[in-house]
């Protein structure tokens, strides 16, 4: 699509992006813009991909703001985060819940 290549980031097991492998897979592709799609609940683990982190890796690895674009898919959390205060807290009850899930 877009006569881009396709890259599968790997993530943690909380299900959020893992900004590790995303530098990996970022520096070969320097001379190249980028999308990205990171996920605001995810519909399995209710991961949140920490969007700062990923900006950040993304400005590690040379990207300006204008050769990048990210896509915040809200399917699960997306129509209640405006309203969050502190989405730590979101994070860690998710985290604490699946923890609970898997024992």
């Not at 990210?70 to 730590?88: E, R, S, T, Y």
């Amino acid at each position: 699509m877009y006569r881009m290549e396709c890259e599968k980031i790997g993530t943690l097991i909380t299900g959020e992006i893992d900004c590790a492998d995303l530098k990996n897979k970022l520096i070969p592709h320097q001379d190249k813009p980028v999308i990205i799609n990171v996920n605001i609940g995810t519909t399995v683990k209710g991961a949140v991909d920490d969007l700062d982190l990923v900006i950040q890796t993304l400005e590690e690895c040379g990207y300006s703001h204008d050769r990048f674009y990210i896509h915040c898919d809200g399917a699960l959390f997306g129509l209640m985060m405006p309203f969050v205060k502190k989405v730590c807290k979101v994070y860690c009850l998710i985290h604490i819940l699946y923890l609970f899930l898997i024992q």
